[in-house]
């Protein structure tokens, strides 16, 4: 998953930023608006980060996202290559 469909998908993502960095409140999700470089620097505050670690936090998530949408579900009207 991309940071844009991230964005598209906010309101039910933001259940899981919240799970995986629990430091970061509801008014801090609510600020964020679905931005990764305000995600970033907002895990920087809260955890006593370095940018580097966020980024390479915030991408593993993404990441992990794209994963768990992918793994044994297909998009309607989509056919798997063989």
């Given at each position: 998953?991309?940071?844009?469909?991230?964005?598209?998908?906010?309101k039910?993502?933001?259940?899981?930023?919240?799970?995986?960095?629990?430091?970061?409140?509801?008014?801090?999700?609510?600020?964020?608006?679905a931005?990764?470089?305000?995600l970033v620097?907002?895990?920087?505050e809260?955890?006593?980060i370095?940018k580097?670690?966020?980024?390479r936090?915030?991408?593993?998530?993404?990441?992990?996202l794209g994963?768990?949408?992918?793994?044994?579900?297909?998009?309607?009207g989509?056919k798997?290559?063989?």
């Open positions: 998953m991309n940071w844009s469909q991230i964005e598209g998908e906010w039910q993502v933001k259940a899981q930023v919240k799970s995986k960095w629990a430091k970061l409140n509801d008014d801090d999700l609510q600020n964020l608006s931005k990764k470089d305000d620097g907002k895990l920087q809260r955890y006593g370095l580097d670690e966020a980024e936090q915030v991408d593993a998530f993404t990441s992990s994963a768990d949408r992918t793994s044994g579900h297909s998009s309607p989509r798997n290559p063989k």
